[in-house]
């Protein structure tokens, strides 16, 4: 989870289901903070959560939209997109993170 303003949040969660990352979301995102993902259904639920929730239809070549008319793409995951590489770029000569310290984190 990535704030636009650069606040970063990561966890290694057990699996990839909705109640896995549901108090993980409760836990690190106040109720009612807008929230843009891809189209993954994992998210479906974000919005009976308390979260406004738009995405972005990778599949169909749509990486991010402007629903305001004003020539600005709100509408965008490119945010936490382009934290991933460099993730990886910090994490390689460390040769990642054991998953035990992931846990303790």
Not at 62 to 82: L, P, W
Request: charged share 20%; proline share 7%; hydrophobic share 30%.
């Amino acid at each position: 989870m990535i704030q636009r303003t650069g606040e970063v949040v990561i966890r290694l969660p057990d699996n990839v289901q909705q109640a896995t990352i549901k108090p993980l979301i409760l836990q690190t995102i106040m109720p009612g903070t807008p929230i843009y993902t891809d189209e993954y259904t994992i998210y479906s639920r974000l919005e009976s959560w308390g979260y406004p929730h738009k995405t972005v239809n990778h599949s169909a070549g749509e990486y991010a939209r402007d629903e305001g008319g004003d020539g600005f793409c709100e509408v965008h995951s490119n945010t936490i997109e382009g934290f991933r590489p460099l993730l990886r770029f910090w994490l390689r000569p460390h040769r990642g993170i054991s998953q035990a310290l992931c846990r303790c984190i």
